[in-house]
């Protein structure tokens, strides 16, 4: 039996990470969540493998507590504040999770933890020196305190393991939406507006391109990561590469749940919006070793998901 800690793990990719390791009876999780902007109904209630901790990860002493108490074999560092109107607002709030990062990886090293799994963010590119992002070749251009918080990080846990021999693995996610997403981003929020035949708002002319991950693709890569050893001491992007305009995002949505909803725009957002993002994301699909889940096909799913519609019905 491995024993896992999720920071985080009440939050979208925590909670389905957390589900997904659940499914495996080799696995024990511990979830530790302050419920900022998770949710204990993502979890699977009462589940006899699942531990649930109401924390703070950036105090020190309620994290000592809950690590040697556990000594787990390994940890996934998802805990973080998000979104940008979120951490635009709070350029100071956003910089203590830099104390969390600090404190879990000593803590980690203090007890044998034999991986560290840190989610970076697709932010640390910054506006993009060059398309689509490589994980050694595109220069690291952040500059929002978000994205910074994230850079730091990924150095801590590269000097973590060549002073202590800490073994790491980075996820620089991109994108990422699924049933457990909060209506803060905008796969979600556009859903919700079309779904109730609401305007969707767009920041700017709409032209800035992302590209989205379902979180089942995101999830199964990541687990593979951990099960098969793959990725140690490495960064690895996830994930998806076709590339879509939010206009043309805004356009999918209405059209898939043929909704009679208007586009509106507002004026661009100061920063932190950046023109394009695309990973390139062949290790992920090394691990993966299948097609990912389509644009369309991931909406489907989400509009069949009953936790989905009774979170955007509520
Ligand atoms: N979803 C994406 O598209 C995306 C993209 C890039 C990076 N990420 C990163 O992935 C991770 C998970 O993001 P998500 O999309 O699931 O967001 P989320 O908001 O759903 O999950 C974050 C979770 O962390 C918890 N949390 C925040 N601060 C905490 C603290 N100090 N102590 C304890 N718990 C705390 C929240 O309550 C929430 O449950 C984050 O680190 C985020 O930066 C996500």
Do not use: W
């Not at 920071?7 to 419920?35: C, F, Q, R």
Request: net charge neutral.
């Amino acid at each position: 039996m491995s024993r896992i800690i999720v920071t985080g793990g009440a939050g979208n990719i925590g909670s389905a990470l957390t589900k997904s390791l659940l499914e495996k009876p080799e696995y024990e999780v511990t979830v530790v969540d302050n419920l900022t902007t998770g949710n204990l109904n993502k979890l699977p209630q009462n589940h006899p493998r699942l531990k649930f901790i109401k924390a703070d990860v950036n105090d020190n002493s309620e994290l000592s507590d809950i690590m040697l108490a556990n000594r787990f074999d390994y940890v996934f560092h998802y805990a973080a504040m998000v979104g940008v109107k979120r951490t635009q607002e709070n350029p100071v709030g956003v910089l203590k999770d830099i104390d969390g990062i600090k404190h879990l990886l000593n803590l980690s090293k203090n007890t044998s933890v034999k991986r560290f799994f840190f989610s970076s963010s697709s932010e640390v590119y910054g506006e993009p020196v060059s398309i689509p992002q490589h994980e050694e070749t595109t220069p690291l251009n952040s500059r929002v305190p978000y994205a910074v918080v994230k850079n730091v990080g990924e150095a801590f846990c590269r000097s973590f393991h060549q002073e202590y021999g800490l073994d790491y693995t980075i996820f620089r996610f991109f994108n990422t939406y699924g049933p457990g997403q909060t209506a803060d981003f905008v796969m979600t929020k556009f859903i919700k507006l079309a779904l109730s035949n609401e305007p969707l708002t767009i920041y700017g002319d709409g032209s800035q391109t992302r590209t989205f991950c379902y979180v089942e693709d995101n999830i199964e890569a990541t687990i593979k990561a951990l099960k098969n050893d793959l990725f140690i001491n490495d960064v690895v992007n996830i994930g998806g590469s076709k590339i879509i305009t939010i206009l043309d995002l805004a356009k999918l949505i209405i059209d898939v749940t043929g909704s009679k909803s208007q586009i509106e725009h507002l004026p661009p957002l100061k920063e932190g919006d950046m023109t394009r993002r695309q990973p390139d994301n062949s290790k992920m699909k090394q691990i993966l070793n299948r097609d990912l889940i389509g644009l369309e096909e991931g909406i489907q799913l989400l509009l069949k998901d009953e936790s989905f519609r009774s979170y955007i019905n509520a």
